[in-house]
């Protein structure tokens, strides 16, 4: 399972109950101002140093791009664009737009 | 006819902030009536719409609650909520107002994972 989140951790509770849901092995593409939970500022508040162990986890390079956080994501995070994105979504079963 | 999915429509927002508990409710009749597997999730603040004893006409906003007693006539009868949330908010199933299942956020996991298509309110 494909999950997608689109909002900062420091703003809603959607990446901490997608966090608790996804079951391991799954993927979490991180789009929008959730890519600042993948910063290095931010790995470890938001619970993403956490769940990489056990998540596959992507971020989207436009909006990375766009917040200035290139060069700012911890390791292990894979960016992808937008025809990334789709692919993402055309390998998973299913997928899970967290709002 | 297509082929029946596994639809899940997953709450997370308490009633009356914001539209989309009544949103979610109005998609859920649709899909009910295209005869779908529809599945209904209560999370965190979400298990605020099921609460019994609702009375928004103060706020001048009509009360949906009564629907979701109603869902049991379109066939959609698979309602869950996560026992998380349920007891973060100091409730109980006694005081909710219809009859669910109350899963661990494992078993929600495991639901979730199995789903052909999940939408969020």
Redesign the interface.
């Known amino acids: 399972?494909l999950h997608i989140v689109n909002k900062s951790h420091a703003q809603t509770?959607?990446l901490q109950?997608c966090l608790?849901?996804?079951?391991a092995g799954?993927a979490l593409l991180l789009i929008e101002d959730a890519v600042y939970a993948a910063t290095h500022a931010g790995a470890a508040g938001s619970g993403i140093a956490d769940a990489m162990s056990r998540l596959k986890v992507y971020a989207l390079q436009p909006d990375v791009d766009a917040r200035g956080m290139a060069g700012k994501l911890v390791d292990g995070v894979t960016t992808v664009d937008y025809a990334g994105f789709v692919g993402l979504v055309a390998e998973h079963p299913?997928?899970?737009?967290?709002? | 006819m297509a082929a029946v999915k596994k639809f899940m429509f997953?709450n997370?927002?308490a009633p009356f902030g914001t539209i989309?508990a009544l949103e979610s409710l109005e998609v859920v009749l649709i899909a009910a009536t295209f005869d779908q597997d529809v599945s209904l999730v209560f999370?965190?603040d979400g298990v605020y719409e099921i609460v019994k004893g609702q009375n928004p006409k103060g706020i001048g906003i009509k009360n949906h609650s009564p629907t979701y007693r109603a869902l049991d006539g379109y066939d959609v009868e698979k309602l869950y909520v996560?026992r998380?949330s349920m007891e973060a908010r100091g409730l109980t199933e006694a005081d909710l107002l219809v009859p669910v299942e109350v899963l661990s956020?494992t078993e929600?996991?495991?639901l979730?994972?199995e789903?052909?298509?999940?939408l969020?309110?």
């Open positions: 399972m509770t959607s109950s608790r849901l996804a079951k799954s299913n997928n899970q737009s967290w709002l | 997953v997370r927002k989309y999370l965190d996560e998380e956020s929600m996991a495991d979730m994972a789903q052909d298509v999940v969020s309110f």
